[in-house]
Structure formats: C-alpha cells, structure tokens
C-alpha cells in the first residue's frame, strides 16, 4: 500500500507537519493488554463498587429489572454499529424503531409529535425552554422548586447566556406539591414557559392541570418533565401541556452511575418546527413502498448552522432503541402491571414511616427522620448491605430531617421491613 | 462487476402497533409480596390514566422477530466499510461492550456512597489523565454528552475566562468548512459568528484571520485537520494571532483520530477542545448516539470546568462541589459512563504504541484511496490528505450525476456512501474516510465500486441517477416526507399499508 501511494514509510505520511507540531516521544500510556486483562481490570474495578446490595435511591435514577431482550436487540451489530440513518435506503431498521418510538412516546405523554431523543432529562429541559422562547417570543422561565435540583442547575447553565432569567416557584410545606398561589405570583406577561414534574423530586403527583390553567391564563406555554417513566403507566399522561421534557432511564436503562441515558421533547403539531433533535417521518420510495426517513432537517445544525433550534446532533438513539424495546415487551398491560407493583411497594413502605408531606406520591417519597440524621439511618441500613434513601438537605437546606426513598419492582418485602426497622 | 453483495432474502415486516393483538404480553412480573394498593384511591381518581391507547400489545417472540427482521434493513460496520467522512466508522470491539456491563459498573446509582463508587470513579480518573496525555492538554472533563455538548462547554469555558478578565467578547469565528454544530454552538452559547473563508489550500487564511481578530473576537474554532482532511499547517501561527489579541483557539477534536500519538493540540497552541468518545475512541455509533464529548483544557481555564469535579483525596476518590468559578453543570450527574468505560478499554487494547499506529493506518487508508480513485474523480485541492480525502463529482456533473447519486449506486456495490455534499466549501463533495479498520481486500473492492460507477456514469448515467436498485427500499421521497410530515402512526391512517 505505501508503494502504490509512492511512501517511503508511514512516517512519510506526516512529513507535512510542521516539526514543532510533532510529538516528539512516544505517548505516556501503558502498552496494550490482551482481552483478558481488560474484562479483569474492568471486574476489579466493578468489584470496588457497591455489590449486592438493595438499594433505595432514586431521585432521577431507578432500580428496574431490565428484560433480557433489551441487550439481545441493541447487542445486534446491525443496530449497534450504523450511524445515524442519513441514508434512508440502507438504514430503515434504524429508522422504523425510531418511528416506532416517536409514536410510542406519543402514547406515553399525550402529545401529538415526539424527536428521536435529547442527551437526558436534564438537557431536555433548557432545550424546551428555548422551544417556548422561540415559541412565544418572550424569554423568561419559571420553574418550580420541586423540579429535580440538577436539571436546574443545568438549566441555569444554558439560561445565563440566553438572556433568559429564570425565577423559581415554590413549594407546600404540607403536600410537597408546587405551591401553586406562589406560582401564580411569579408569572407575569413576559413568561415564556412555566416548568413542572411529576412525580416532582419528592415523588409528589403535581397538578399539571391546574399548573397549565395558570400558565396558559399569563399567556405561557406549560413544559411538563418527568424523571421517573414508569410513572406514566398509572398517571394520567400531561394533556394540558405544551411541551413534555422527559427522561426514559427507567425504562430499561441502566444506572450507569448516571449515563448514557435517553431524554425526550414531546409536544403539540402546531409546535413541531420549532422542536430541536432528529425527526424521523413517514414517506414512500419510488416503488411506493412504504419507507421512512429522517425530516424537517431544516430545523437543524448541519443545514441551518447558527440559526439552529439547537446545536444537539449526536443523540442517544442505541438507548432510546432500549426503552423502545422495553415498550414493546411490557406494552399495553405490563406497563401497567409494573407501575402498580411500584405504586404497591412504595406504599407498603411508606406506611410503616413517618412522612414528611401529604401529598400523593407513586414511588418515591420523603420519609422524617425525626431525633436522628438521615445519615445516621444510612449508615445503620449499609451494615445491613442496604443503601438507604437521598438526605435532602443537600439540595433542600430546610428539609434536614428529610430523606427521599424510593421503591420499585426489585425491592423486596424484606428489605422494606429492614429499611422500615433502621427509622423504628 | 458488482463484487461485494448480491441479493438476498431480507423479510417484511409492519410496524409494531399493527401486530399487536388485544391481551399479547411479552413480559412476566413476580408475584407482588405486599398488599396491592388501588391507584385511583392512594393517587386520585382524577390522577390515573385509563390503558395506554395503541400501546404495543405483543409476545416475546413476536417482539425479537420484529426487532431482528428491522436489523437486517440496516447497513452497519459490522457489515463491512463505511467510509462516512468526518464520522469515523470504525470497528466497535465487542469487550468494550462486555465491561461495560459488568454488574458493579453497569448497576452503580450516580448517588451512591463515594465510599462505594471507587472503582467507577478510578475508571473516570484513569481516563481523565489518559486523554490529558493524549491531547497534551492540562485536564479534561467527562461531563459532556455528545461533540456538540462538549463544544457548549468549551465555549461556555471561553466566555467564563474572559468573562473573569472583564469582557466576555462578542464574537466566534468559525472556518466555513466547520460542522453545523460549531456555529449552532456559538448562538446556544450567546456569541454572534463571523464566518472566516478557506484558502485555495483549504486552510484557513491567516491573513485574513489577522485582520479579523480584533477585541470583540472571543475564539476560533477550528477542526484539525479539517474537514478537508488537511492539516492547519499555520497552526501555531494561528494561536498566535488569537493570543496576541486576547482571544482564545478552540478545537473541535471530531478528527483527533488523525492526529493521536503524532500531535497534540496542547503542543501547537490549543486552549480548548472537545473529543468525541464515538469516534477517535471506537464506542458504538449506535445508528445515533449515544455519544460522549470530553473536554481537555489549558489550566487557566480549569477552576471554570463543570462541577464537580473528580478528585483524588486521601482515603481515594471524591466529588467537588466547592468550585465557585465554575460554568455550573451542563448535565446531571457526571457524563455517559457507559461510554468512559469502553472508551477506555479502547485504549488499553491499545496501549500508546497501538494507538499511534491506528493513526497511521487511518492515514494510510485515506491516501490510499485517495490515490487510486484520483484519475476517475475530480480532486478539488491538492493538499496533502490525513485520515480522510474529498473529492468533488465536477467530472460526472457533466454527466448530470451528481454526489448524491454515486452515493446511492455506491449502495448496489454493498457500501455505505461516503458523506454527501459536506463540507460546503467543496461542490458536490465526497468526503471519503476508511479508518484504520479496514484491510487491503475491502478498500479494494470500495475503490473498485467508485471506479466501476465513474465509468458508468460515462456509459449508462441512468443507472447511477435511478439508484439504488439491489436494496429492498428504493430511493426514498425525502421531499413529501419534509411537505407533509407524518410522524408518528395513527391506527388506520391512510398512508400506512398494513403489509409494509
């Protein structure tokens, strides 16, 4: 090969480089190791980790059981190693699961139009509050105060230089609900968009409803985020919402220590052109088979450049592949069936403790540790090789008695009688 | 001669919703061992969803039937070459997806205790001082998701320490054979773009570029190589310039692979700069993402990277919150693991030495090419060429056959097309990049396939223009699909056939 391109030697290759630009030694990185050695370092790694333990976190990132047909799908090479599906005519496998996923995400939330994913929820929410200020031409945002604290930092981050002031609504001290008299106060008629979730971040079920009466009445849009998906197999889906920024980590998602993960925007016909992301559509080739390809590109960076809805191009398609699988194999029933065993367990716990708000909550909720720290309960629930619940005075400074726990599926009556005992 | 496929079975299949039978179900829960609660009494009547209208409703069976006969419609790499430009396709290892599921990495809650995450956080550490290395860089944050995340992050990184010094600037220049992303970037990150024309060599013009640097200027961003593949050979030049005035050089490392082990953007002048995980370092495209878009810092731009960030204390690994200076975090959590993990069994595979040699054989491959589809096709700048080479369809536009259609003939031949029309400086491009995947049979057939449709495009342009005509879905009407977007499937819409 380097003969018939006329190269003396591979470093004939780089002879247009400039010698100051030239590494002048070898890199610094330890010699290359055999497959065995790899798996090994990476199972000692692991091994350093918490293992076998039951664990009650939750707060963005859920314990569910992951059906096996998720990996055997997404392990095809055929999925897991085709780029982004550009070229419609050998990428409809691709593009047939990301439609599949768009109407199913539909289903899910109540909205008309869904993208083919954002990073994660917490990116899914800036980006749809640039969506409602492109929407409705103005630029300030209020986001309540139950909204996970880490996407509203991220939010924050993206706000600062987007002249976009970001005001926060508060909370029930009673229900753990968006105080919603406190939200009406904060609008005012230069709101683009008012930022709910639910289940919040103290696993309380929101009134999305009334939230959208209040926004739509000050002329915003509704953006509704949710964290925890499973939750939408019991909960009425948002309706009344404009846009619906989610993550999908729940469903089949692994925790990952927090990523890769699958965000979502979702929203109404009428505000499709103003959503970022990928769009797969529906088409036909020239046989008049039915075909589908990615659309309304024109929204895009590689074809729209600065004047973008977003810069996002690289999505997270192989993971929004997983939840789309996971869908299929609950579907209809099991989606259901798996919200109420939550809903169950969740409730079975939290019965047995002192709760901190009365509103209603689906998996998680937040439990007083009344005469001790949550601290103090966590490091009695670890000699038991229980990782107990989230303190929230790290993100909530008056809520230091207070720790979020969450139940799912794979929590086990014995351990909820464990956790149960560690608060007696 | 169409050497590489030929026709083979491939089945129909509908869409999920249109196999779905009333009371189907693929999965099994466990028996509830607690009481079963009502929903409508503990969440409200008013709260509760009826059932999920159109949700899927089908076996097990039928759903791996589904989702498998779907693949085969897909190309992949594993497949064989595929030669998108800028995209780096190249071989995914199959123990990078091993370890990264290995239960105590895989199941690690982002909240756990520190005390119990030292293994994942060594992994982010051990990574974190590899890629410094790598990039001649001072420190790196794994906290971006994607190239384009890491882009708002390292401009978010400019504009803090400018910001620090009195004046955030007002403006990015962007080379105009940058990405989309990188202008797209700079609005996301409030700076208005001045786009900087290429010279004949493709490079950007450092004469202009002296001209434009003035106070309001807060960076460059530049590609390098670029997407013409070439090398900014006035690279430090270029940082001189920036610095003279105050302003800083961005990097979008999307073409690092060029360049490990031979060069380092840290050496030649670079404040700032982002990798992409998906493409220097082998982790699965997975037709979309995920990816991961680490960004490698000079130390004057450290105490502004997203918190926390990763420490090593006594007693082992820690998260810092305490960073007052900070950008603030530009995603929750730390970044996709997932993605660090294998990223570094990558580099281990390969060790420093193997790394530098994948360069090599990147590079080799593109010459390659380069050098035996030449007499077909219209090289349109003569510079030398790094991983990849950008040819333009000037010859066969006589002909009426644009890139676009040798892209799809290329389809008949079993490859995937190279990147169409991109960058935009060249007309009609064909931006060719074979990684260092692949051997002397395959890129022998790839230039056997462009040379074979150079000539038909002489004898029987038809062929080329009806393309392709050996796949199970012919050219697809992306313009109806863009007039009247259809989205999502409705039950007994018009436009859907049951039958596919």
Not at chain 1, 166 to 173: H, I, L, N
Not at chain 2, 87 to 113: D, F
Not at chain 2, 125 to 148: N, R, S, Y
Not at chain 2, 159 to 171: D, V, Y
């Amino acid at each position: 090969m380097l003969s018939a391109i006329g190269a003396n030697s591979l470093g004939d290759l780089f002879s247009h480089l400039p010698e100051e630009v030239r590494l002048q030694r070898p890199l610094d990185v330890a010699p290359g190791k055999s497959e065995y050695e790899i798996v090994d370092y990476f199972r000692a790694r692991a091994a350093e980790n918490a293992n076998g333990y039951a664990s009650f976190l939750g707060a963005g990132v859920y314990h569910h059981y992951r059906p096996v047909l998720v990996d055997t799908v997404v392990s095809r090479g055929e999925f897991l190693t085709s780029y982004t599906p550009y070229q419609a005519e050998m990428a409809q496998g691709t593009l047939t699961t990301i439609f599949e996923f768009q109407t199913m995400i539909c289903q899910l939330t109540g909205m008309e139009v869904a993208n083919a994913s954002m990073y994660d929820g917490s990116t899914a929410v800036p980006e749809a509050a640039m969506m409602a200020m492109r929407v409705t031409g103005r630029d300030r945002i209020v986001v309540a105060r139950t909204v996970h604290p880490e996407y509203r930092e991220v939010l924050a981050t993206y706000a600062q230089h987007q002249g976009m002031p970001v005001v926060e609504a508060g909370y029930s001290q009673e229900s753990g609900a968006l105080d919603l008299d406190d939200l009406e106060n904060k609008l005012d008629g230069e709101t683009a968009a008012v930022i709910i979730q639910s289940p919040n971040f103290f696993g309380i079920v929101e009134d999305s409803a009334r939230a959208a009466e209040i926004a739509h009445r000050h002329g915003a849009l509704l953006i509704f985020v949710f964290a925890e998906a499973v939750s939408l197999g019991l909960l009425e889906p948002p309706r009344d919402a404009d846009i619906v920024a989610g993550e999908l980590q729940s469903f089949a998602i692994s925790p990952s220590y927090g990523g890769p993960f699958a965000g979502i925007i979702a929203t109404k016909e009428k505000y499709m052109r103003q959503m970022p992301g990928r769009i797969v559509g529906e088409t036909k080739d020239t046989r008049g088979n039915r075909a589908f390809c990615l659309t309304l590109a024109t929204r895009e960076q590689h074809i729209r450049r600065e004047k973008a809805t977003s810069n996002i191009c690289t999505n997270q398609a192989l993971i929004a592949l997983m939840a789309t699988v996971f869908m299929s194999v609950y579907g209809k029933e099991g989606l259901r069936e798996l919200a109420q065993q939550n809903l169950s367990k969740a409730h079975y716990l939290a019965g047995k403790l002192p709760l901190r708000f009365d509103g209603p909550f689906f998996n998680e909720f937040v439990a007083a540790t009344n005469g001790r720290t949550p601290d103090q309960i966590n490091e009695a629930l670890l000699q038991k090789k229980i990782i107990g619940g989230l303190p929230l005075q790290r993100f909530y400074p008056e809520l230091d008695g207070a720790m979020l726990l969450c139940a799912t599926e794979m929590s086990r009556r014995e351990n909820l009688d464990r956790v149960a005992e560690a608060f007696a | 001669m169409i050497r590489k496929v030929r026709q083979h079975i491939n089945q129909n299949e509908p869409l999920l919703f249109e196999r779905s039978s009333p009371g189907k179900r693929g999965y099994q829960l466990p028996e509830l061992d607690v009481p079963a609660v009502d929903p409508s009494a503990v969440l409200g009547e008013n709260n509760t969803r009826a059932a999920i209208e159109g949700f899927p409703e089908v076996s097990e069976v039928e759903a791996i039937r589904h989702f498998t006969r779907l693949s085969t419609h897909n190309y992949a790499i594993d497949l064989g070459l595929y030669p998108l430009g800028s995209c780096t396709m190249k071989y995914n290892p199959r123990v990078n997806e091993h370890v990264s599921r290995i239960e105590g990495l895989a199941w690690a809650h982002p909240y756990q205790p520190e005390s119990l995450s030292q293994g994942i956080l060594e992994v982010m550490g051990t990574l974190e001082k590899i890629l410094a290395e790598i990039t001649g860089m001072d420190a790196v944050t794994l906290q971006p998701a994607a190239g384009a995340h890491g882009e708002f992050t390292g401009i978010l990184l400019v504009r803090a320490l400018l910001e620090s010094r009195g004046n955030p600037r007002k403006k990015l220049l962007i080379p105009d054979s940058a990405h989309g992303t990188n202008p797209a970037t700079a609005t996301t990150a409030g700076y208005a773009v001045e786009n900087i024309k290429s010279n004949e060599r493709g490079m950007v013009d450092v004469e202009a570029l002296a001209r434009l640097v003035t106070e309001d200027v807060a960076a460059l961003m530049v590609t390098n190589p670029n997407t013409l593949g070439v090398f900014e050979e006035n690279i430090t030049r270029i940082a001189a310039i920036l610095h003279a005035k105050g302003a800083m050089l961005y990097m979008d490392g999307a073409n690092m692979n060029a360049l490990v082990g031979i060069a380092r953007p840290g050496d030649f002048g670079v404040d700032v700069m982002h990798l992409n995980l998906h493409k220097t370092f082998s982790t699965p495209h997975g037709g979309g993402g995920p990816g991961s878009g680490p960004v490698a810092v000079k130390s004057q731009l450290e105490p502004f990277l997203p918190k926390p960030r990763l420490e090593r204390a006594t007693g082992g690994w820690r998260w810092n919150y305490d960073r007052p200076r900070s950008i603030g975090r530009v995603r929750a959590f730390y970044g996709n693991i997932g993605m660090h993990i294998r990223a570094l069994a990558y580099i281990m595979a390969h060790g420093g030495e193997g790394l530098a040699n994948a360069t090599m054989d990147a590079v080799l491959n593109a010459n390659y090419i380069r050098k035996l589809i030449e007499p077909y096709y219209d090289l349109p700048l003569n510079a030398p060429s790094m991983h990849e080479c950008v040819f333009s369809d000037e010859r066969q536009a006589k002909r009426g056959v644009r890139t676009g259609d040798i892209a799809k003939r290329l389809i008949d031949y079993g490859f995937h097309p190279y990147t169409v029309s991109f960058p935009l400086i060249v007309h009609g491009a064909m931006m060719i990049e074979p990684t260092e995947t692949e051997s002397k049979d395959e890129l022998d057939l790839f230039v056997d396939a462009l040379i074979s449709i150079a000539k038909e495009v002489e004898e029987n342009p038809q062929v080329v223009l009806t393309a392709p005509h050996n796949t199970r879905t012919s050219r697809v009407d992306e313009v109806t699909a863009a007039r009247k977007p259809v989205v999502r499937w409705k039950p007994a819409s018009t436009s859907s056939k049951a039958a596919d």
